[in-house]
């Protein structure tokens, strides 16, 4: 896979189903339908999840971040890759974007604290700071951002890929939270060793 450009299904393994750690609307979730569009994608709630998924043959392949460009290694993913057993089978570097998302009627200014994942947070920690907001961890983007709708509350915020302000019913508070503005991600791609 090149940059942001899908596969076909010849490049790897046939249509089925591809794993990815995190709630529907994730950047992982994201990557999966950009790049494997014919694939239905499998959330799950650990890296660990997503590889097990693989391993037992529930879904064909796994699309699992690694690296970005702001941070280095994506942990626990990277280590939990390199020592899976699995075929990296390809990879691909996404531009990452981050937004800052809240429940209907919540204001910038009215926001205290913002949640998502340790990663996600990590990339946006200068901007965090200069908005004097306390951060808050969870275990995924998205899954902050759906917990963050379902709570209602307007001092809540969520940092988030923009789909999931759509998928969960939030209102953008502002785009490109992320510290760099050249942050990226890489995935990999990783299937069951053949022969």
């Not at 942001?4 to 490049?11: H, I, N, V």
């Not at 990557?31 to 879904?59: I, M």
């Not at 926001?111 to 306390?134: D, F, N, W, Y």
Request: glycine share 8%; proline share 7%.
């Amino acid at each position: 896979m090149t940059d942001s450009a899908p596969a076909t299904p010849q490049d790897d393994t046939p249509p089925g189903r591809v794993a990815y750690q995190g709630a529907p609307g994730a950047f992982s979730h994201e990557a999966c339908t950009a790049l494997r569009p014919w694939d239905t994608a499998v959330a799950f709630e650990t890296f660990e999840g997503a590889l097990d998924a693989v391993r037992s043959g529930n879904c064909g392949c796994a699309l699992i971040p690694v690296e970005n460009s702001s941070i280095g290694p994506v942990e626990p993913a990277a280590t939990l890759v390199r020592d899976s057993g699995l075929d990296v089978v390809a990879e691909v570097w996404r531009p990452i974007r981050h937004a800052l998302m809240a429940p209907l009627g919540a204001t910038l200014h009215g926001v205290r604290t913002v949640e998502s994942h340790p990663i996600a947070l990590a990339q946006c920690a200068g901007t965090l700071k200069s908005m004097g907001l306390t951060a808050t961890e969870a275990f995924d983007t998205a899954g902050a951002a759906r917990d963050v709708a379902e709570a209602g509350d307007l001092s809540r915020a969520a940092i988030a890929a923009v789909n999931a302000a759509e998928v969960y019913g939030l209102s953008i508070l502002r785009h490109d939270l992320q510290d760099s503005s050249d942050n990226r991600t890489r995935f990999v791609l990783v299937c069951t060793p053949q022969g």
